[in-house]
């Protein structure tokens, strides 16, 4: 397995490599876990949607003129999933509260009892003695990538058959993962822990593994048998989806790039812009350290992204992770003398939290800082309101309209 590099150029390449794979040959194989070395039939464009170095219209659209939207429509819910999770987050803010909160006192928790941390510490280091999920560690670990239905397993494994907290497997899977995303990951561990859909847990199975790993493991009665749902779990009243943003350019705009959207020339084209700066967040993800990997995958892909939206005042990419870091960032936007500054949308997360921050200070030196939505998530993050399928009733016909009508 190649790690990917974290460029626009770099995926569209990978997006006409797989685009073979999007078809009735990810709808039959899909599920199925040939191993980092193995010919899994999958896409592996996460890293660069995550990143928005890939868009899911265009990813989508590449697929159904590719196989045609029934052939496809099984990789095309899988792209559609990533946007109802980001629009279930988006509308519901309290879950990536709540999960950073109880990461932090889950972890102060472990550490607070030796026999608590040694476990949890085996289990990151694969030391469980269950092949398969000691693989898996090493596999994430080493590539930033697991296999979607291995990332399944070893939720449940994790929550129900070591008994760990949920909200540490997300922080770790979030610190390893090149497309770790918040809404994605908070939300799916979530629902593997049963607090996503009431009443509702996922539990990994001996043979479902055997099956769809071609033997290659086989955890027998090494498993739990049971995944209990939590009681009183309700989900919290809808917040707003964010609305179009009539956003205008001027002489004295300038342009902010973050990690989560590496394409703002798609969103507002390639104007003159007063001056560019990228900030980096990608440490906000943890209150543990981020694997090295994923920060160098940010990190190049910002690179990239000022590459691709040059001004005659480039700032390389500044942390902003820490009070100190966002000091700085004001004090470079400040020195630009730019009073103005557009902004992908930045979903909720640890970029949107230091963002946030950044944008409260900005406003105090009477500095705008203005974040504009795409048109596909004011389009489809309206529907994320119940399951995926409520959402899929609603995105699918729209999508069958939409390449009915090109054809």
């Given at each position: 397995?190649?790690?990917?590099t ?5 995926g ?8 073979p794979?999007?078809g ?5 194989w899909r599920?199925?876990d040939?191993?980092p070395?193995g010919?899994?039939?999958?896409s592996?464009?996460s890293?660069?949607?995550r990143h928005?170095l890939?868009?899911?219209?265009e ?7 590719a ?5 496809a429509?099984?990789f ?6 990533r946007?109802?999770?980001?629009g ?8 990536w509260h709540?999960y950073?909160?109880e990461r932090?006192?889950q ?5 607070r ?6 476990q949890?510490?085996?289990a ?7 092949a ?5 560690v ?10 979607n ?5 070893f ?7 070591l008994?760990?907290?949920w ?6 899977f979030?610190r390893h993962?090149l497309d770790?995303d918040?809404?994605?990951?908070t939300?799916?561990?979530r629902?593997?822990a ?7 847990t996922?539990?990994?199975r001996?043979?479902n ?7 290659r493991?086989?955890?027998?009665e090494t498993?739990a ?12 009243p809808?917040?707003p989806?964010?609305l179009?943003v009539?956003?205008?350019?001027s ?8 990690e989560?959207?590496l394409m703002p020339?798609?969103?507002f ?12 967040a ?8 981020v694997?090295?990997q994923?920060?160098?995958?940010a ?5 990239d992204?000022l ?13 902003i ?5 966002q000091?700085?960032?004001l ?5 630009t ?6 902004t992908?949308?930045v979903?909720?997360?640890p970029?949107?939290d ?16 203005e974040?504009?939505p ?5 389009e ?8 995926f399928f409520?959402f899929?009733k ?14």
């Amino acid at each position: 397995m190649n790690n990917p590099t974290a460029t626009r150029t770099a995926g569209l390449s990978q997006l006409t490599h797989s685009l073979p794979l999007t078809g009735s040959i990810y709808t039959q194989w899909r599920n199925t876990d040939f191993g980092p070395q193995g010919d899994n039939r999958v896409s592996k464009l996460s890293p660069w949607l995550r990143h928005r170095l890939l868009l899911e219209p265009e990813v989508i659209e590449a697929a159904i003129n590719a196989h045609g939207l029934d052939n496809a429509e099984k990789f095309v819910q899988e792209v559609c999933w990533r946007s109802y999770w980001k629009g279930f987050l988006e509308r519901r803010p309290v879950h990536w509260h709540d999960y950073v909160a109880e990461r932090h006192a889950q972890r102060a928790h472990y550490e607070r009892f030796r026999d608590l941390s040694q476990q949890l510490e085996r289990a990151e280091l694969g030391q469980t003695g269950i092949a398969c999920f000691d693989a898996w560690v090493h596999e994430l670990t080493t590539y930033g990538y697991l296999h979607n239905h291995a990332r399944m397993w070893f939720a449940s494994i994790w929550v129900f058959t070591l008994g760990l907290p949920w909200a540490l497997g997300a922080d770790f899977f979030l610190r390893h993962l090149l497309d770790g995303d918040p809404a994605s990951n908070t939300l799916s561990w979530r629902w593997i822990a049963g607090y996503h859909t009431p009443g509702k847990t996922y539990l990994a199975r001996a043979s479902n593994i055997e099956r769809y790993t071609q033997q290659r493991f086989s955890p027998g009665e090494t498993l739990a048998t049971e995944a209990p749902a939590p009681e009183g779990v309700e989900r919290p009243p809808l917040g707003p989806a964010p609305l179009p943003v009539d956003w205008q350019c001027s002489a004295n705009t300038g342009l902010l790039i973050t990690e989560e959207d590496l394409m703002p020339e798609s969103l507002f084209g390639q104007p003159a812009w007063a001056s560019t700066i990228a900030v980096q967040a990608t440490q906000c993800r943890s209150d543990a350290p981020v694997n090295t990997q994923v920060s160098a995958f940010a990190h190049a892909g910002l690179v990239d992204a000022l590459t691709r939206n040059q001004s005659s005042t480039d700032i390389a990419p500044m942390a902003i992770d820490t009070a100190q870091a966002q000091t700085h960032v004001l004090e470079a936007m400040r020195q630009t003398g730019v009073t103005h500054w557009l902004t992908p949308w930045v979903p909720t997360g640890p970029t949107a939290d230091a963002i946030n921050a950044l944008s409260k200070a900005l406003a105090a030196v009477d500095i705008q800082l203005e974040p504009v939505p795409r048109a596909w998530d004011v389009e489809v993050w309206p529907h994320a309101t119940h399951g995926f399928f409520r959402f899929w009733k609603a995105v699918g016909p729209m999508l069958s309209q939409r390449y009915a009508a090109e054809e």
